[in-house]
């Protein structure tokens, strides 16, 4: 299983931008999936989540900023950020869950694959 994320950059504060994550070796329709991000010592905390079915759920603080979504088609997990704040610069992750796996989806050890990563930095 391989999970590659892409788009990180450097944006001002109120931009837009969309991370892409291209899934290979998996079944990609019975994964639900994830974003995360990370910022230097700090642990890695819940953004987004997109279920199989299509169900949704975000973090309070991108909720009507941030979309998740997925097009299965292409085997790509998609983050749409919108009006980002410097607070949004982090590390950002997807992660795959299989289908009724235990453990939540809010937490990191409710997946079972990770990607390496795509860094977003927001200047003010």
């Known amino acids: 299983v391989q999970l590659v994320e892409s788009g990180g950059g450097l944006v001002q504060a109120g931009d837009s931008l969309r991370l892409s994550c291209a899934a290979s070796?998996?079944?990609?329709?019975?994964?639900?999936m994830g974003w995360f991000r990370q910022n230097p010592g700090k642990e890695r905390e819940f953004v987004a989540f997109v279920g199989w079915r299509g169900s949704t759920d975000y973090a309070d603080s991108v909720k009507g900023r941030f979309t998740i979504s997925r097009d299965s088609a292409k085997n790509t997990l998609y983050l749409q950020m919108n009006s980002v704040k410097p607070e949004d610069s982090a590390a950002y992750y997807c992660a795959a869950r299989r289908a009724y796996s235990p453990g939540n989806y809010l937490q990191t050890s409710g997946y079972n694959y990770w990607g390496q990563g795509t860094l977003v930095t927001v200047s003010s």
């Open positions: 070796g998996l079944t990609f329709n019975r994964y639900t």
